[in-house]
């Protein structure tokens, strides 16, 4: 997979909107940006991806920069349930496998 | 079913014991993975099942470890000769390949199965 960066840790309050950023500079023309998170204890559960366009689903929206190497991920109204681990991650080639990297710790405070 | 099924979901074994790990992916997804996450760790690759076949089995730490898949479905993985550092949750995930360019890695896991090897 290709190599994203990601902070390790974020703040967020309650109510607030949730920006997670990921750096993808290296990324390929038809390489998608994934993001899925994993809340303490349980399995990785898929949010949203895109290849260009940004993307708004039930769960979050993704902004994908014009030259495509950054994304965020925006959580529009963070709740406590959000407190999670959010992997950013784009696949390389045809799908074998997903490599989960350390991901950014976001904990929504009251 | 409805979603990616684990059993069980948790196993105490002692050491030495052999275990069996079961996964009952979503209807219909042709794609298997497991991964496994050691306590504070991220998670770890283990193996890739397209259909029946695994061409990726690259993670699987060593020969204790195997993994088949029968009729495009049912997963079980088999640790042999249980180690204390065979300890972990060993999640497995699913998803449908053939689709649009994309959603190919839209994976859904499993809630896992608690390994404790005493």
């Known amino acids: 997979d290709a190599k994203t960066t990601q902070p390790p840790s974020m703040d967020c309050a309650e109510g607030r909107a949730a920006n997670l950023p990921c750096n993808h500079s290296?990324?390929?023309?038809?390489?998608?940006v994934y993001w899925y998170r994993q809340i303490h204890s349980q399995g990785p559960q898929y949010i949203i991806h895109?290849?260009?366009n940004n993307e708004t689903n039930e769960m979050a929206s993704l902004i994908i920069t014009e030259d495509r190497k950054s994304s965020t991920l925006i959580l529009p109204h963070a709740t406590l349930r959000d407190t999670a681990v959010y992997y950013c991650?784009?696949?390389?080639?045809?799908?074998?496998?997903?490599?989960f990297g350390t991901g950014t710790r976001l904990q929504v405070t009251l | 079913g409805a979603g990616v099924s684990q059993s069980p979901s948790n196993k105490v074994t002692e050491k030495g014991k052999d275990v069996e790990l079961r996964c009952d992916p979503i209807?219909?997804?042709?794609?298997l993975y497991w991964y496994r996450q050691s306590l504070g760790q991220g998670l770890e690759f283990l193996i890739y099942?397209?259909?029946?076949?695994?061409?990726?089995k690259s993670g699987l730490p060593s020969d204790r470890f195997s993994a088949e898949r029968t009729g495009g479905s049912v997963s079980t993985l088999t640790i042999q000769r249980t180690q204390q550092e065979d300890s972990a949750v060993y999640l497995c995930?699913?998803?449908?390949?053939?689709?649009?360019?994309?959603?190919?890695?839209?994976?859904?896991f499993g809630s896992g199965t608690q390994l404790s090897v005493l």
């Open positions: 991650i784009v696949p390389t080639g045809t799908a074998s496998k997903l490599t």
């Open positions: 995930a699913s998803s449908f390949t053939g689709g649009s360019p994309g959603y190919n890695e839209k994976l859904f």
């Open positions: 209807s219909g997804h042709t794609a």
């Open positions: 895109g290849l260009k």
């Open positions: 290296t990324i390929s023309g038809n390489e998608y």
């Open positions: 099942f397209q259909g029946n076949s695994a061409p990726d």
